[in-house]
């Protein structure tokens, strides 16, 4: 395995990013049709439920049309410019990708609770929560700046000397993990699991809408970066899932707009400059 990844080269490491990333797409387009079998069986299939299934995939797309055509070059030349000043060189093996999987998660960590805490990027990052419902296709729930975030948490690990392609790669990996995370199928795993990892029990809880559970488990891969920073929650009771001001709506420019345009409404009611900065950079409650 070792002799494996020593000969990767960057380009062979995005290309094994993006196969990942398609499959586990595939993989979560056959499990959705699980799901819907199930809530078939359990009389829960609903045309709001397929609605909302439809509007996830539907702001997916948008969001990849921003991400790629607004911002991938951006993106890709601010690593490229940083990796110049980085403080160290570090090959790619399978030491180093591990190693930075593990720092991408923990910036993870912080990037997700940031975008909970901060009102503009809580704009953005209440698509992902405002489904009512909880599925595989909640994963792909974006909002319109969920591009824009995680190169301000990620650029810290190019500057340490981590090539950008291992970067890129270490942020995917984090990102499809959570993929099947977004399920009610999978109830609770062997408690040692549970410890460690992030699981569906414990996304659960990141979406629900309970006083308990609002803004607790941010963690991607490790759910113990939120048991030492003491933002985790045991899922005790049912998940309300969903924001605490449901939007009501399936259609997808609703979902994917109703983030900045009650920002802006907030700022609006707000007095003075300082105010309207305050709605910013403040909490969204």
């Known amino acids: ?82 990796a110049q000043f980085a403080v160290f060189d570090i090959d790619i093996h399978v030491a180093s990708i591990v190693a930075c999987i593990l720092l991408a998660d923990f910036a993870y960590y912080w990037e997700h609770r940031f975008l909970h805490r901060v009102g503009i990027a809580w704009a953005t990052h209440t698509v992902h929560h405002s489904s009512p419902h909880f599925n595989v296709s909640v994963a792909y729930r974006f909002g319109p700046m969920d591009g824009v975030w995680p190169l301000f948490f990620h650029l810290p690990l190019v500057l340490i000397g981590f090539d950008p392609y291992v970067v890129f790669f270490a942020e995917v990996i984090v990102q499809v993990y959570q993929t099947l995370l977004h399920t009610e199928v999978v109830r609770k795993l062997p408690r040692p699991i549970e410890a460690i990892m992030n699981t569906p029990s414990h996304h659960r809880v990141h979406h629900g809408s309970n006083p308990e559970y609002i803004d607790k488990n941010y963690g991607g891969i490790l759910i113990i970066w939120d048991r030492l920073f003491g933002t985790f929650a045991e899922e005790r009771r049912p998940v309300v899932y969903g924001i605490t001001d449901p939007i009501k709506s399936v259609n997808p420019l609703t979902v994917f707009t109703h983030g900045f345009l009650r920002l802006f409404r907030k700022m609006q009611k707000a007095p003075g400059v300082a105010g309207k900065l305050a709605v910013m950079i403040r909490p969204p409650a």
């Open 1 to 82: 395995m070792d002799s494996v990844f020593n000969t990767l080269t960057g380009e062979s490491l995005y290309a094994l990013e993006r196969a990942i990333d398609d499959g586990f797409f595939v993989i979560a387009i056959a499990f959705l049709g699980f799901e819907l079998l199930r809530y078939a069986i359990k009389r829960r299939l609903s045309l709001n439920l397929l609605g909302d299934t439809l509007a996830n995939f539907a702001t997916s797309a948008m969001f990849v049309g921003i991400t790629y055509f607004l911002l991938a070059a951006f993106y890709v030349s601010a690593y490229v410019t940083v």
